[in-house]
Nanobody, 125 residues
Framework: QVQLIESGGGLVQAGEALRLSCTAS????????MGWFRQAPGKEREFVAS????????QYADFVKGRFTVSRNNAENMLYLQMNSLKPEDTAVYYC??????????????????WGRGTQVTVSI
């Protein structure tokens, strides 16, 4: 199995930035797609960004395009989400996720097998 651990969340003011990190351990593989999802209180989990196995292709939800950037460092088993110009509506628990057996990116939560426990991002006005 694979263990994913997110970090980098916190409390910031609107307009500020945060960089989330996700460390993979266990039976991890750099040859699979990964993604970021988020869930706000009372809301369903929603797609944020995804990246293919080598970082050559990325995919973003419309509400974060131009503000967020997903990247990865396979040599260190790391996944990142740079979040700029944060808005109060970005407040949520952010989860990293990993596929099994697929190198491609995906916006569907059901396509991911492994999930981290999440890191809280709170953006004040």
């Amino acid at each position: 199995q694979v263990q994913l651990i997110e970090s980098g969340g916190g409390l910031v003011q609107a307009g500020e930035a945060l960089r989330l990190s996700c460390t993979a351990s266990g039976r991890t593989s750099s040859n699979v797609g990964m993604g970021w999802f988020r869930q706000a209180p009372g809301k369903e989990r929603e797609f944020v960004a995804s990246i293919n196995w080598n970082g050559a292709r990325t995919q973003y939800a419309d509400f974060v395009k131009g503000r967020f950037t997903v990247s990865r460092n396979n040599a260190e088993n790391m996944l990142y989400l740079q979040m700029n110009s944060l808005k109060p509506e970005d407040t949520a628990v952010y989860y990293c996720s990993q596929r099994i057996g697929y190198t491609t990116m995906s916006s569907a939560a059901g396509d991911y097998t492994y999930w981290g426990r999440g890191t809280q991002v709170t953006v004040s006005i």
